[in-house]
């Protein structure tokens, strides 16, 4: 099955609106990334988070290892925050990210 | 200044003939990874490296090989593509669970 799955899907906000997605995971992990992705684009690292809340800008991102889950929040959606949204988790001794399949966000003005 | 480098951008290649993509990294990781991704797939890692002169294999090795000559370059081969290889390939470093991307390289075989 899916070691990482994101929720939802598909997303379409309205500019300024909030929104959450969330990473879950089948197994126990030693850490996670969160990447933004543009269409045609490469991935840009957002946050690097092994647990705990971190925060950027509009974007914070949490995770609680115990649970096996990550969320990302954004806050006052922009429509340049439109694109697809990926998760990864490590949960080897090798360093090797295994990857969710994404959320596509659209935000429309 | 981009950290993780890929040439070609763009390529595309006719069935059975070799393929070499090609990635080359600025920051001192000893970690490199090959990925392809593809619509319902997501990001598939298919060779690895820890340092160079090591390469490992992915999640999805078969039909393809690597080499890793130096700190700074990690190469994926394709020795005889294939159509099922078109697909967007992202080479990446990395350290301590943390990884970097390159911009992708577009891969066609016809």
């Known amino acids: 099955g899916q070691q990482v799955q994101q929720s939802p899907a598909s997303l379409v906000l309205q500019e300024g609106e909030n929104a959450e997605l969330q990473c879950n995971f089948s197994?126990?992990?030693?850490?996670m990334q969160w990447f933004y992705q543009r269409p045609g684009g490469s991935l840009v690292s957002l946050f690097y988070?092994?647990?705990g809340t971190k925060q950027s800008g509009r974007l914070t991102s949490t995770t609680v290892i115990k649970e096996r889950r990550s969320s990302l929040h954004i806050s006052s959606s922009q429509t340049t925050d439109s694109g697809t949204y990926l998760c990864?988790?490590?949960?080897?001794?090798?360093?090797?990210?295994?990857f969710g399949i994404g959320t596509r966000v659209l935000v429309r003005p | 200044e981009a950290a993780v480098t890929q040439s070609p951008r763009n390529k595309v290649a006719v069935t059975g003939g070799k393929v070499t993509l090609s990635c080359n990294q600025t920051?001192?990781?000893?970690?490199m990874y090959w990925y392809r991704q593809d619509t319902g797939h997501g990001l598939r890692l298919i060779h690895y490296?820890?340092?160079?002169?090591?390469?490992e294999k992915g999640d999805i090795p078969d039909g393809y090989k690597a080499s890793r000559p130096s700190q700074e370059n990690f190469s994926l081969i394709l020795e005889l593509a294939t159509p099922s290889q078109t697909s967007v390939y992202f080479c990446?470093?990395?350290?301590?669970?943390?990884?970097?991307f390159g911009p992708g390289t577009r891969l066609t075989v016809l």
């Open positions: 990446a470093s990395g350290a301590w669970g943390e990884q970097y």
């Open positions: 197994t126990s992990l030693n850490s």
């Open positions: 988070n092994p647990s």
């Open positions: 990864a988790m490590d949960n080897s001794a090798g360093n090797k990210l295994t």
């Open positions: 920051n001192n990781h000893n970690n």
């Open positions: 490296s820890y340092g160079a002169g090591s390469t």
